[in-house]
DNA sequence: TTACCTGTAACTATAATAGTTACATTTCAT
DNA sequence: ATGAAATGTAACTATTATAGTTACAGGTAA
């Protein structure tokens, strides 16, 4: 099991549209940067877009960051790319027997856990912004550029 | 997506086997406790046998826990099940463009970020035992029984 | 030695991901 | 207004994981 890597293009998607903010970031530009398919690019350009995470209009090329840098955190990001549902990241088996002691309790005992756990996750995501991958990415290159 | 319910089933298991400790737990008993088959739970509780949890011989009718209630902690059946393999929780995509500012650092970026979201998680999970679960659903039991 | 159990291989159905093709629709420049 | 260039989507494929199932080999004990 793995989380879509929707979640990590989204990132990259929103991080690229602030570097590269003077140029013409089509999704074709945007796919030869993840290393994908434009039309994949669009289908995740869309998700961002109905979560308002970025500007984009049919016909015309381009998109925009619809937020500042430090506004978009990796929990809008992976929030908008759809990749959990809410309090469902851990599937709980379904139909235990209610004749058994555990099988009729095990099911209310446990969700409480998991959604702490699930919570916990994303409260470190809501701590991290694209300014800061921004800021990293940027750090990164000076670091190699000044070898 | 979602975490695979072998885990969740994995703790019914663990709770089943303290809470019937003077039962005879087949693998064809606990089936019908979590509502499946009991080859699948067979193959559950190998996982569990390998970590360490749970004692089984072939042959052998029923199963036992192989450590004290409270030094089983969720992690451990997580880790048992094998639902996440380390450091993999989220995927990131591969081959991003080398010739693109973003696409050669997006993943050095990243990934140390979502290893902490996960290690969150995980640290949540390591903090709740088998021996919480089973005294919640006596606790349960027992607000029921007594209405 | 028979009945019962565990361990496992092999198979199916279902669903999600990632990728792709194709095309309708919209916009803008000429 | 026409064509070039985008976006928006539907439809399809391949791959993978999950969950479930059947079948059977091998161990144990009454």
Redesign the pocket.
Known sequence: ??????FS?GIHILALLEINKDG?????L?ASS??????????I??ML?KAGLVE????????KLAKGLSEITFLDVYQAV???NENELF?V??NPNPNCTVGRNIQESIMPIFSNAQLALETTLSKVTIEDVVMDIVHKEHENTSK
């Open positions: 099991m793995s989380i879509s890597s929707r293009v013409k970031n089509t999704s074709e945007l993840v290393n994908t398919n434009p039309a994949l690019i669009r289908k350009m869309g877009k984009i209009h049919p016909g015309i090329a381009g998109a759809n990749v959990v599937s088996h379904d």
